[in-house]
Nanobody, 122 residues
Framework: VQLQASGGGLVQAGGSLRLSCAASGRTFSGYRMGWFRQAPGKEREFVAA????????YYADSVKGRLTISIDNAKNTVYLQMNSLKPEDTAVYYC????????????????WGQGTLVTVSS
């Protein structure tokens, strides 16, 4: 099983980025997918999650209205559209997967990607 995250980079405050997480190695139907981030010197924190069908979306309060999680089942890819970025969004972003929604949201999912770095300059 592999979760390959990509799309990170350097962007100015107020700008946008779209992260991708390509899932492979098994059938993910029935799985829940999520995004986490870890800023320098801080603990990893939950960002957003959804079910493989694209429903049941859930967001951290700090990103509501600015970040949007979505999925393309045909491509086995989960996206995180990031708009109105702030310097405090600077972090390594990871995607995660598990059959149990609570495990994904709680950060104990079975599968994790390698992370992609997002840097937001002020």
């Amino acid at each position: 099983v592999q979760l390959q995250a990509s799309g990170g980079g350097l962007v100015q405050a107020g700008g946008s980025l779209r992260l991708s997480c390509a899932a492979s190695g098994r059938t993910f139907s029935g799985y829940r997918m999520g995004w986490f981030r870890q800023a320098p010197g801080k603990e990893r924190e939950f960002v957003a999650a959804l079910s493989w069908t694209g429903g049941s979306t859930y967001y951290a309060d700090s990103v509501k209205g600015r970040l949007t999680i979505s999925i393309d089942n045909a491509k086995n890819t989960v996206y995180l559209q990031m708009n109105s970025l702030k310097p405090e969004d600077t972090a390594v972003y990871y995607c995660a997967a598990d059959r149990v929604y609570r495990a994904v949201v709680g950060g104990t999912g079975n599968y994790w990607g390698q992370g992609t770095l997002v840097t937001v300059s002020s």
